[in-house]
C-alpha cells in the first residue's frame, strides 16, 4: 500500500490545536524549472506553536522555509501571516517581513559591523527606533543568548555558535510574531551545536512561535510541539513529536527515521 501522498489542510488546521492560526499556506506550489519541489502544501502553524520540520535532503524543506517571507516566490497558492497574504513585492513586503525573523544556515553577519551594531540595524533603519533604545534592547538580547560580552567585538572574533546566537538576537530585535530557523546548526562545529539550541529551546518554552527546518531530533523531540515531515515536495506526515518518532504512520518516515536513529 502506498503512503498518502499530501496531508489535508483540515489536518493541518487541526494538528495547530486550538491556537489562533500565524502562518497558513494553502495549496502552495514552487517548481525549480522541471523540479516541482513544493507540491500542494498546507500548513497551518498557530500562535506559539514550534513546529519543526524534518526529512531527507532534497525534500524541500529549505524551500517551504524561506516562502514563507518571501525568500522563494511561489508559482500557485497563499500564504498568510496573521491573516495577511504575503504581498508580491514593495514596502507593504518589507514590512510583513518585518514580522518574520530568520535565522539562516550561515550567520550572515555584517563583517564590518560590531555585534551590537549588527543587532541594532534593523530596529533604527527599519522600525525607527531611537538608537539609544535600539542599543539597550539589543544589549538586553545579547545577555538573553549569553554574548552581551561580546558586544563591541566583530563578528570574526566570535565563534561560529556564538555568531550563531548573535543572529538570532538580531532577529528578535525585530520584535518578530514569528521566527524562522533553516538548518541554523548545520554549519557549526559539533561542539557549538547545543549552545545555540539551548536558546532556541528557552524560545520555544517563552511562547515564540516558531518553524524550525533541521536535523537535530533531540530538539524535534525536546521543543517541538509537532513535527511536519517532508519527503520529495509533499507533507507525508505530521504529528506531537511522541507520536511522531516512536509510532510514524508512513513508510517514507519509518525508512528516514530508521537511517537516522540506528546511528
Known amino acids: 500500500m502506498s503512503d498518502s501522498p499530501k496531508v489535508a489542510a483540515d489536518d493541518c488546521a487541526t494538528h495547530a490545536g486550538e491556537r489562533p492560526p500565524l502562518v497558513r499556506l494553502t495549496d502552495v506550489n514552487k517548481h525549480f524549472g522541471e523540479l516541482h519541489v513544493l507540491q500542494d502544501i498546507n500548513l497551518t502553524v498557530g500562535l506559539g506553536e514550534v513546529v519543526v520540520v524534518i526529512g531527507p535532503s532534497g525534500s524541500g524543506k529549505s524551500t517551504l522555509c524561506r516562502t514563507i517571507n518571501r525568500l522563494e516566490t511561489i508559482d500557485s497558492g497563499e500564504i498568510t501571516i496573521d491573516g495577511v497574504k504575503l504581498p508580491e513585492e514593495g514596502k507593504a513586503l518589507a514590512e510583513l517581513r518585518a514580522d518574520v525573523g530568520m535565522v539562516f544556515q550561515s550567520f550572515n553577519l555584517f563583517a564590518h559591523k560590531s555585534i551590537v551594531d549588527n543587532v541594532t540595524l534593523g530596529p533604527i533603519k527599519v522600525r525607527r527606533q531611537p538608537s539609544s533604545k535600539a542599543r539597550a534592547h539589543a544589549m538586553e538580547l545579547l545577555e538573553r ?44 562545529d559539533p561542539e557549538m551545536v547545543n549552545e545555540v539550541l539551548d536558546v532556541m ?13 533541521t536535523h537535530e531530533m533531540g530538539f524535534a523531540r525536546k521543543a517541538g510541539d509537532r513535527v511536519v515531515f517532508m519527503a520529495d515536495g509533499q507533507l507525508v506526515e505530521q504529528a506531537d513529536p511522541e507520536t511522531f518518532f516512536d509510532h510514524p504512520q508512513s513508510n517514507r518516515a519509518k525508512d528516514f527515521l530508521g537511517k537516522i536513529l540506528s546511528h
Open 145 to 188: 543568548v549569553g554574548v552581551a560580552s561580546q558586544a563591541e567585538k566583530y563578528p570574526a572574533q566570535l565563534s561560529g555558535g556564538q555568531q550563531q546566537r548573535v543572529a538570532i538576537a538580531r532577529a528578535l530585535a525585530m520584535d518578530p510574531k514569528v521566527m524562522l530557523f533553516d538548518e541554523p546548526t548545520s554549519a557549526l
Open 201 to 213: 529551546v528557552d524560545l520555544a518554552k517563552q511562547g515564540m512561535t516558531m518553524v524550525v527546518v
